[in-house]
């Protein structure tokens, strides 16, 4: 079964407005961690933000802000105030913590985020 | 800050080759992931490695063999190389294996098999 499902394969979004990347998860574990990352067309994997499973609070780093909704499984990222260095793909992963062994991050399959001038 | 630091940038191999990849994770990591990106695709986890030891193992093919050294970098040998290992190879590194820790990627190595 797909843990992370990332339904946008691309989204287009105008400089200086708001955009909402959606990502919904599935585990039955009670403690887990959600990330968002962005990779641009050069390459590297660039952490974004950071949701626990347990914060009641909805994660914000600068521009980045991640609305948690646990009941439904979502983690969506909303980027405020686009700007042309925005254009990249983004993943959603999450981070299990299993009673026993060891927990990876598992990727969904991304969405290609295009700023426009 | 240091970072996760891979070697090399990028690499070409003909077919049946073997390639070995290098991984230094950010000092003080006991954790070490590796992971592969085809073009257009999510990230797959490999294998990785706790405190030296083989922890877990991903989609990895047989041809494929990892290991960590006492001074904790890692290395990715792969043999017999194929046409579909062209592939971006990710290693990343944690401080610990909770849920809360963030994984911290390299750059890369961008494998190209001819």
């Known amino acids: 079964a797909q843990k992370i499902t990332q339904t946008q394969p691309g989204m287009f979004v105008q400089e200086k407005e708001a955009v909402t990347l959606d990502c919904t998860y599935d585990?039955?574990?009670?403690?887990?961690?959600l990330f968002w990352y962005k990779q641009p067309s050069s390459g590297e994997m660039i952490f974004l933000i950071y949701?626990?499973?347990?914060?009641?609070q909805n994660a914000t780093e600068g521009r980045y802000s991640l609305n948690f909704q646990k009941a439904r499984k979502s983690a969506n990222l909303v980027i405020s105030a686009s700007q042309l260095g925005d254009s990249a793909m983004y993943f959603c992963a999450m981070r299990e913590a299993p009673a026993e062994g060891y927990n990876k991050l598992i990727f969904g399959a991304g969405t290609r985020l295009a700023v426009h001038p | 800050a240091a970072g996760v630091i891979q070697s090399p940038r990028h690499l070409i191999k003909e077919k049946r080759e073997t390639a070995t990849l290098k991984c230094y994770p950010i000092?003080?990591?006991?954790?070490v992931y590796w992971y592969q990106q085809g073009p257009g695709q999510d990230p797959q986890f490999l294998i990785s490695?706790?405190?030296?030891?083989?922890?877990d193992k991903g989609s990895i093919p047989d041809r494929f063999s990892a290991q960590q050294f006492s001074d904790y970098h890692s290395e990715l040998n792969m043999s017999s190389l194929e046409l579909g290992d062209s592939a971006l190879y990710f290693c990343a590194s944690s401080p610990s294996r909770a849920a809360n820790e963030k994984l911290f990627f390299g750059s890369g190595t961008q494998l190209s098999v001819l």
């Open positions: 949701q626990g499973s347990y914060d009641e």
């Open positions: 585990t039955s574990d009670q403690s887990y961690g």
């Open positions: 000092p003080r990591h006991d954790t």
């Open positions: 490695f706790y405190e030296k030891m083989q922890s």
